[in-house]
């Protein structure tokens, strides 16, 4: 069993900034961010696979978000940058302990941290 803990939500102004973090009571295979806005879905935000670093993200934040790991720390980061509103939704680190490559599904996940609120006001 694996605990995560997430910290850093908040409000900021379109065009800011928040680091989002999540510490791991254990090591996985890979780790994840998650998001979800009232009314829709939780969807795929970014991916790292712990041990070789492999990040993956969604065409909706790349070039803007950064997923970092701290080896040391066992904590799971998410940089945002240039926010806009429609990033704003709760965000959630989930954390899997499978060989997969399925890292953008919500199934493939069997850890998931309690969430935290990100509002971007325009």
């Known amino acids: 069993q694996v605990q995560l803990v997430e910290s850093g939500g908040g409000l900021v102004q379109a065009g800011g900034y928040l680091r989002l973090s999540c510490a791991a009571s254990g090591r996985t295979y890979a780790m994840a961010w998650f998001r979800q806005a009232p009314g829709k879905e939780r969807e795929f935000v970014a991916s790292?696979?712990?041990?070789?670093?492999?990040?993956n993200y969604a065409d909706s934040v790349k070039g803007r978000f950064a997923i970092v790991k701290d080896n040391a720390k066992n904590t799971l980061y998410l940089q945002m940058n240039s926010l806009q509103p429609e990033d704003t939704a709760v965000y959630y680190c989930?954390?899997?302990?499978?060989?997969?490559?399925?890292?953008?599904?919500?199934?493939?996940?069997?850890?998931w941290g309690q969430g935290t609120q990100v509002t971007v006001s325009s």
């Open positions: 790292i696979r712990w041990t070789s670093g492999i990040t």
């Open positions: 989930a954390a899997t302990p499978r060989l997969t490559v399925k890292l953008t599904i919500t199934t493939m996940y069997d850890y």
